[in-house]
């Protein structure tokens, strides 16, 4: 069954959306990122630049996001990168088991809560070449519920890292940490499924990311009553971005032009995964199209990887794929995906990722 790709509505008539009406509106800091350079195998051309952070998130659990950045942090550094793959499912977390590590002595809540004085000392080999994990805690009851302090605790430490590349596998859902740390990335990949459940869910996750990054702009310009007065107009309802920043054009067009800077950063990337058809692979581009169409929100779809069973039967024996089956289907899906994360980061590759 191909799933259904028409959106929501932007928001209700006269307001954003309830769960996140009360969320805190103060902004993420982060620390401005080291330029690196350094030459990586034949084929692949490499520049002095800032490290880049791809977050891969999702409406729902069980979709495959841990197995997605497991498999892009080896492709990565496969080419050459020095990758940290973070485990920021902060609930329910399972990277370690995706790549073959046994249960870890340290974790990610032994930094945060326990005294751990850098991330070195949580820091765990995968046995990949240049790839190294942060495992997620594993029985802390608190664990998801990350405080404000804990999580800039984090992120600035996360940016100081040297890591040419930091992957975070984030939970599903849309809580305010999840969405702060998709938000926070260069790269935000989305897992979709080509199921009508899945899709609701990943527009709803696009939404509620759109608002909590709408609020983070409010707060860091002090925009506030401008934006809720934009989204509370009883004129006709808004359905676009662009509808917003019209009505805050109307009475402060500066605050306008500034708004609609930081919000044109905001672009989701969709990966559809287990696609089994042609219709299931085309499933992302429909989602583009309708979102733009919409909501006046772009988005990219890096391509679908296709249903193989290969991909199971790796998680089964605790292997990414790429390594077990390098040839797979899904693997070269992988491959591609990573080829053109690489190209949007200015980066060119010959013959180190086909």
């Known amino acids: 069954m191909r799933a259904s790709v028409k959106p929501a509505p932007l928001s209700p ?4 959306p309830a769960s996140l009406a009360s969320a805190p509106a103060r902004p993420l800091s982060a620390v401005e990122p080291d330029a690196v350079a350094s030459s990586g195998p034949a084929g692949l051309a490499r520049r002095a ?6 977050a891969v998130g999702g409406g729902k659990g069980g979709i495959g ?14 080419a050459g990168h020095k990758v940290l793959l973070v485990d920021a499912d902060l609930g329910g977390a399972n990277l370690h088991t995706c790549l073959g590590v046994g249960p870890p002595e340290s974790t990610l809540s032994d930094f945060l809560r326990r005294g751990k004085g850098n991330l070195e000392e949580v820091m765990v080999s995968t046995g990949v070449p240049g790839l190294s994990l942060i495992a997620g805690a594993q029985d802390s009851l608190d664990a998801a519920n990350l405080k404000y302090a804990q999580k800039q605790k984090l992120l600035r430490t996360l940016l100081a890292q040297t890591a040419d590349y930091l992957i975070l596998d984030l939970g599903a859902g849309t809580s305010f940490n999840t969405l702060d740390f998709f938000l926070l990335a260069d790269h935000g990949l989305l897992v979709v499924l080509p199921e009508p459940t899945s ?8 939404k509620a990311a759109f608002f909590r990054k709408l ?4 707060a860091q310009y002090g925009i506030q009553d401008l934006v809720e007065g934009a989204l509370s107009t009883r004129e006709g309802g808004l359905r676009t971005l662009h509808d917003v920043v019209a009505q805050v054009r109307k009475k402060a067009p500066s605050d306008a032009e500034r708004l609609e800077r930081e919000l044109a950063s905001f672009r989701v990337r969709l990966v559809v995964n287990q696609a089994r058809t042609d219709a299931d692979a085309n499933v992302g581009a429909a989602m583009v199209a309708a979102w733009k169409k919409f909501f006046g929100i772009d988005m990219d779809d890096l391509g679908a990887l296709r249903y193989d069973d290969e991909a199971w039967r790796a ?3 605790r292997k990414p794929v790429l390594i077990e089956r390098p040839d797979s289907p899904v693997s070269l899906g992988l491959q591609r995906i990573a080829t053109r ?7 060119s590759s010959e013959s180190a990722i086909p």
């Open 65 to 78: 996001k841990s197995m997605v950045s497991a498999n892009l942090g080896v492709a990565l550094a496969q």
């Open 49 to 54: 630049r800032s490290r880049r952070i791809i």
């Open 215 to 218: 609020q983070q702009v409010e």
């Open 13 to 16: 008539p006269g307001s954003a």
């Open 199 to 206: 899709v609701e869910n990943a527009y709803r996750f696009v």
């Open 341 to 347: 994360l690489l190209s949007l980061d200015g980066l």
């Open 315 to 317: 998680v089964r024996k």
